[in-house]
């Protein structure tokens, strides 16, 4: 059974940096596009970022767009969302996702596998 398991999430402050982790396992996650969506408190969740299956193609949410890196470590099963320049409003829950189909998405439609998330605190 296919699963993500994400790690990396904790406190920090603004202006500092965090780097969470997804590790893929149990499917053919070298083929899927994947990505990070994140729900902020009383918030609906929100598209983060997202990557192809080859690495090559990127895709940013706008609030995010120039602070956050995301990559993918193909041989690993491994996605990786680097976050710099934190924010308060970047507290949330990130979840890891994964599309079969290997090319990019947006949407919360696309996702075919979700992980259970983890915590990103963002302390002014």
């Known amino acids: 059974q296919a699963q993500l398991e994400e790690s990396g999430g904790g406190s920090a402050q603004a202006g500092s940096s965090l780097r969470l982790s997804c590790a893929a396992s149990?499917?053919?996650?070298?083929?899927?596009?994947m990505g990070w969506f994140r729900r902020a408190p009383g918030k609906e969740r929100e598209f983060v970022a997202s990557?192809?299956?080859?690495?090559?193609?990127?895709y940013y949410g706008r609030s995010v767009k120039g602070r956050f890196t995301i990559s993918r470590d193909t041989a690993e099963n491994t996605i990786y969302l680097e976050m710099s320049s934190l924010k308060p409003e970047d507290t949330a829950v990130y979840y890891c996702?994964?599309?079969?189909?290997?090319?990019?998405?947006?949407?919360?439609?696309?996702?075919?596998?979700w992980g259970q998330g983890t915590q990103v605190t963002v302390s002014s």
């Open positions: 996702a994964a599309d079969r189909t290997g090319v990019l998405f947006g949407l919360e439609s696309s996702v075919d596998y």
């Open positions: 149990g499917g053919a996650f070298s083929r899927y596009a």
């Open positions: 990557i192809d299956w080859s690495g090559g193609s990127k």
